[in-house]
């Protein structure tokens, strides 16, 4: 497995036990999110790796992506704002992912509502996720 994936799978894990919402990853957006809320975790882009030769090593600033959703008409702002507060909260405690990554850091979430045909807006954002990570090949 690749350093990449390694990562990608250690922060759903983490993610799943430290949030309230339900955490998926690669999945379709669904018609309707759960009262707890929604975290989708998108692969999102590498970016060209900084090289350094002798030994050769790629480092990356890999950004992936939270896509977050919160429904339900008088609840979903507060809701909302747990989710990225546990999000931050999963980071914080460990940088580092043990070992796997050098850093790993929230951005400032991109907010909207979408609107819904007969109900209440959704709460929505994405968050990028910057892991900053080297491996010894390009792939990841």
């Known amino acids: 497995m690749t350093r990449l994936e390694t990562i990608i799978r250690e922060v759903e894990a983490r993610l799943k036990v ?24 998108r692969d999102g882009d ?30 979903r702002f507060t809701r909302f704002d747990v989710i990225k507060e546990q999000i931050s909260t999963v980071f914080a405690a460990d940088r580092a992912l043990g070992g796997l990554c050098d850093w790993i850091e929230a ?15 959704i709460k929505a954002a994405i968050i990028d996720v910057v892991v900053q990570y080297a491996t010894a090949d390009s792939v990841g």
């Open 18 to 41: 430290g949030l309230d919402a339900d955490v998926k990853r690669g999945v379709s957006i669904p018609s309707r999110i759960g009262n707890s809320g929604l975290v989708i975790i």
């Open 46 to 75: 590498p970016g060209d790796p900084d090289v350094t030769l002798s030994p050769l090593t790629y480092h990356f600033d890999h950004a992936l992506e939270l896509e977050i959703f919160a429904d339900g008409a008088s609840d």
């Open 107 to 121: 951005e400032a979430p991109r907010q909207e509502d979408l609107p819904v045909e007969g109900g209440a807006t």
